[in-house]
Each structure stands twice: as structure tokens, then as C-alpha cells.
């Protein structure tokens, strides 16, 4: 069965950085999109970062400059590499994917595998 296993949150000052994992198995596709996800309590998902199956990459302009999504040769593993991190930055971080191209106006209901989410929190 398809699992994502996120790792590597966890607690931060302002202006560090920390590295998210979400490791990919039981993936039966010849493609793949992964994206990145995060949540606060009682606000919508929002899309932080997005690697298609050329490796074309997407980010949000709240993070844009600061945060890289990448991915192993195999692409079993997606990256997420946060720097210069925001108090704003503090969610909850879900791992996602999905074989199919994205559509132009894409949102979390494209994706059809999910991890279980990791507690980013920052600091002032």
C-alpha cells in the first residue's frame, strides 16, 4: 500500500532553519507530484511548495526565497529545506502526491496520497 512518512519537524528560532523528509513507498505510478502542505487551527490548507514529474517547482510567495522542495534520483523522497524561518512559518506540514499533471488553478482536493503531517512551531 502507498504510505508517505514525514520526519524532521519540530521547534526553531526565528530565523532558522530545519529540513522536512516525506518518504514515499507502495507508489505503484511511472509519475508523480509532490507537494508540500501546512495548516494552522481553524484556517484552510495552504500550498506551500510543489515538484511536478519534470521537476518543475512552485512555491508560494509567503515562502518563495526561503524554503527549496526537492527530491532524491528516484524520487521516493521529498525535501522540504526551510530557512530564514518565520514565526508566521508554525503549522502543521503535510506531505502529498499524486500521479496526475496538475491543473492551473490546483488545491490540496488534486492529491490523492497524504502523510500524517509534522508540527513545524518558530519561535520569536
Known amino acids: 500500500q502507498v504510505q508517505l512518512v514525514e520526519s524532521g519537524g519540530g521547534s526553531v528560532q526565528s530565523g532558522g532553519s530545519l529540513r522536512l523528509s516525506c518518504v514515499v513507498s507502495?507508489?505503484?505510478?511511472?509519475?508523480?507530484?509532490m507537494a508540500w502542505f501546512r495548516q494552522v487551527p481553524e484556517k484552510e490548507r495552504e500550498g506551500v511548495a510543489v515538484?511536478?514529474?519534470?521537476?518543475?517547482?512552485w512555491y508560494a510567495d509567503s515562502v518563495k526565497g526561503r524554503f527549496t522542495i526537492s527530491q532524491d534520483n528516484a524520487k521516493s523522497i521529498a525535501y522540504l529545506q526551510m530557512s530564514s524561518l518565520k514565526s508566521e512559518d508554525t503549522a502543521m506540514y503535510y506531505c502529498?502526491?499524486?500521479?496526475?499533471?496538475?491543473?492551473?488553478?490546483?488545491?490540496?482536493?488534486?492529491?490523492?496520497?497524504w502523510g500524517q503531517g509534522t508540527q513545524v512551531t518558530v519561535s520569536s
Open positions: 515538484i511536478d514529474n519534470d521537476g518543475v517547482t
Open positions: 502529498a502526491a499524486d500521479p496526475r499533471s496538475l491543473r492551473p488553478q490546483w488545491s490540496d482536493v488534486d492529491f490523492f496520497y
Open positions: 507502495g507508489y505503484p505510478y511511472t509519475t508523480i507530484v
